[in-house]
Structure formats: structure tokens, C-alpha cells
Nanobody, 121 residues
Framework: QVQVVESGGGLVQAGGSLRLACVAS????????RGWYRQSPGKQREFVAG???????LYADSVKGRFTLSRDIAKNTVYLQMNSLEPEDTAVYYC???????????????WGQGTQVTVSS
């Protein structure tokens, strides 16, 4: 069983920054991989960024150059640094540990409960 917990959400003004953290515990081959997703009211959940077990990263076009992934393997934690935030970034941000061999579009995996990010204009 794998447990995933996100933290770091909050309210920030446009142009500001937040850093989200995703801690995972348990045993799976992909414990060091993470995908970040977000969902705003009335919209489907969308992929934001992902880091593979090997450290390869992928970002959605909407966040490239503004969001950055990093991780501390010893702490089983992946961080999502979000800079130059825009009101359009307002959403609940979810983190997941992906199943082995899956793509970032795969909805399977171990999901956290989400953390709210609100960007005011």
C-alpha cells in the first residue's frame, strides 16, 4: 500500500510563488516518481508536471518556464515550485505515484487528497 500526502497550497496574489510538496510512503517500484495534476471547478483534471523514477521531467505547456519539479529521495518527497502564478492556476492540485510502466495520461496510481491553490488577481 502506498500513501500520498500533498501540502503547501494556499492563497497567493498573481505573480507570486508557492511550493507544493508531495510525500509518499509505502513500497512500489515507482515510489520516487510523481505526477502533479490539477482540477478547477467545472473542468477535468489535467496533467501539470511529472518526474520519472529516473529523474526525467515533463511539463504541461501552460506551466513550462514557471513551474519546476525537484525531489529529495531520502525524504520520499517531490516538490513543485510554482512561480509567476496566474489566476488561471487556481485549482486543487493532486499528486500521485504512478503505476509501473504507465504514462502521465493514465489515471491509475496512488493519489493524494489534494491541496487548494488560489491565485487572486
Amino acid at each position: 500500500q502506498v500513501q500520498v500526502v500533498e501540502s503547501g497550497g494556499g492563497l497567493v496574489q498573481a505573480g507570486g510563488s508557492l511550493r507544493l510538496a508531495c510525500v509518499a510512503s509505502g513500497s512500489t517500484a515507482t515510489i520516487n516518481a510523481r505526477g502533479w495534476y490539477r482540477q478547477s471547478p467545472g473542468k477535468q483534471r489535467e496533467f501539470v508536471a511529472g518526474i520519472s523514477t529516473g529523474g526525467n521531467t515533463l511539463y504541461a505547456d501552460s506551466v513550462k518556464g514557471r513551474f519546476t519539479l525537484s525531489r529529495d529521495i531520502a525524504k520520499n518527497t517531490v516538490y513543485l515550485q510554482m512561480n509567476s502564478l496566474e489566476p488561471e492556476d487556481t485549482a486543487v492540485y493532486y499528486c500521485k505515484v504512478p503505476p509501473p510502466g504507465s504514462s502521465w495520461s493514465d489515471q491509475r496510481g496512488y493519489w493524494g487528497q489534494g491541496t487548494q491553490v488560489t491565485v487572486s488577481s
